[in-house]
């Protein structure tokens, strides 16, 4: 499986979408970026995808109502997330927009999710 890496310009459109919120936190993953709040992730950036953690009812409507994409590896994709449409990469203003109202929705629903709980230390072998 090969993964795909974010352009310098698939990342700046990436943090336009992203909601400006305390408590957001955009950080690197494998060469791409997450957007977590509380610990869990409502967004991530796959190559030029951007792929958003929905409720399901927001989910189906999204997928229902526009050209959606699987987010992830083709042979893989993960499961909760629903890629936006590529197209909105490329369209402009009026697009961008409505990315960052889908992932303005994927925050508030994250947000409300319990926080995601710290792991705990592995222990350390004794040293002979």
Request: proline share 10%; aromatic share 8%.
């Amino acid at each position: 499986m090969e993964m795909p890496k974010a352009s310098e310009a698939d990342k700046e459109h990436f943090r336009a979408v992203v909601p400006d919120h305390p408590g957001v936190v955009i950080k690197p993953m494998f060469g791409n970026l997450g957007a977590f709040v509380n610990g869990n992730m409502f967004a991530g950036l796959f190559g030029p995808t951007i792929g958003i953690k929905l409720s399901d009812e927001d989910r189906e409507v999204l997928e229902s109502s526009e050209r959606t994409v699987p987010f992830g590896p083709a042979e893989r994709p993960m499961g909760g997330y629903t890629g936006l449409p590529e197209m909105w990469n490329e369209e402009g203003d009026g697009d961008e927009a409505r990315a960052r109202a889908w992932t303005e929705k994927a925050f508030a629903y994250v947000a409300s999710l319990p926080p995601k709980a710290a792991k705990e230390p592995k222990p350390r072998a004794a040293k002979k």
